[in-house]
């Protein structure tokens, strides 16, 4: 009996170290300078895309990071350059029932994504692309 008490008391410091260093994961990406929390879905050509991921935005001096939510990975999920990066339309969710949610259609080369934020967190995305140096063109809606 002793190896089976053991066992369960190794698998429970598994479990809470796992649910702790996602823990720590989330607050540090929460914040971090310059972070948001959003949804991302990537487009096809099907009318409701492909599933929607929750996560974190940060924006850095030449490219926004996202950070999937549900993961241990220190690595960001996807990396956008500024360049290539446009928005292409913003719908406000009022007929949603989330008037304090944007759905932001975005463009990255060919690559089209959908992001749902807050208006604080859109207006940092607008400022963030029209900061860019002026040897750089972007289109905001």
Known sequence: MGI???????????VLLVAGLGFSRLRALSHHVGSFESRLRFTTDSATGGPWRSGFGVYRAD?????QSRSLSIRPTHEWLRRPFSVTGRVPLDHAGRPDLFLVQCRY????FDLTMSPEAYSGLASWLESAPPSSRHFVV
Do not use: D, F, K
């Open 4 to 14: 089976l008490v053991w066992t369960l008391v190794g698998l429970l410091a598994a």
């Open 63 to 67: 490219r926004l990071v996202w950070w």
């Open 109 to 112: 080369g060919a690559e089209t």
